[in-house]
């Protein structure tokens, strides 16, 4: 597996995870209170799905759906941009170990991935994910096993 960016995209890539991260949590701010408040008013999960939510709640959201989805779409393709410019960024000293790792990482996670993305069809049917999600699920799950074999499964001093 080849890498193609320089060593200091992996900064780069980071810095788009967290500025992703920030933007989702600000702009699905309205999901969490949602979330929060139909739980303490104990409503079965079907009422979620009613669009008189926030009525029935007496909840006024802070974005409308229109002003969020872009925001949320765009911390979405940023992650994946920042999760990419990550994995496939070169160490300080690269050789065919570093190659090796990131081949077995990747079949790995798209092991992990499929499997949880299985478990979560067969446990929760309702729930619909989207093609973009399961990439993004499986650039994470990539990252997580890429740093465990690097640093501490493969660790040596």
């Known amino acids: 597996m080849k890498t193609y960016f320089p060593y ?30 139909s739980a303490a008013k104990d409503l079965s999960i079907s009422s979620l799905e009613n ?3 926030d009525n029935i709640l007496k909840y006024t959201p802070y974005f409308t759906n229109e002003e969020a989805k872009p925001w949320l779409n765009a911390s979405l393709i940023l ?7 990550y994995l496939f960024s ?3 000293i690269e050789d065919e170990f570093y190659q090796q790792l990131r081949s077995k990482s990747l079949i790995q996670a798209l092991f992990v991935t499929w499997i949880f ?17 399961i990439l993004q699920l499986h650039l ?6 890429y740093v465990y074999n690097k640093r501490w499964k493969f660790w040596s001093e």
């Not at 900064?11 to 949602?34: E, M, P, Q």
């Not at 993305?117 to 999600?133: A, N, R, S």
């Not at 994470?140 to 096993?145: A, Q």
């Open 8 to 37: 200091y995209f992996k900064k780069v890539g980071i810095l788009f995870v967290f500025i992703a991260i920030i933007l989702s949590c600000v702009f699905a701010v309205d999901d969490f209170n949602r979330g929060f408040i």
């Open 140 to 145: 994470i799950f990539f990252t997580i096993i």
């Open 51 to 53: 669009p008189n939510l």
């Open 90 to 92: 070169k160490e300080k």
């Open 79 to 85: 992650s994946l941009i920042g999760f990419t410019l």
């Open 117 to 133: 993305t299985g478990l979560m069809y067969w446990l929760g049917p309702d729930y619909e994910v989207k093609g973009f999600y």
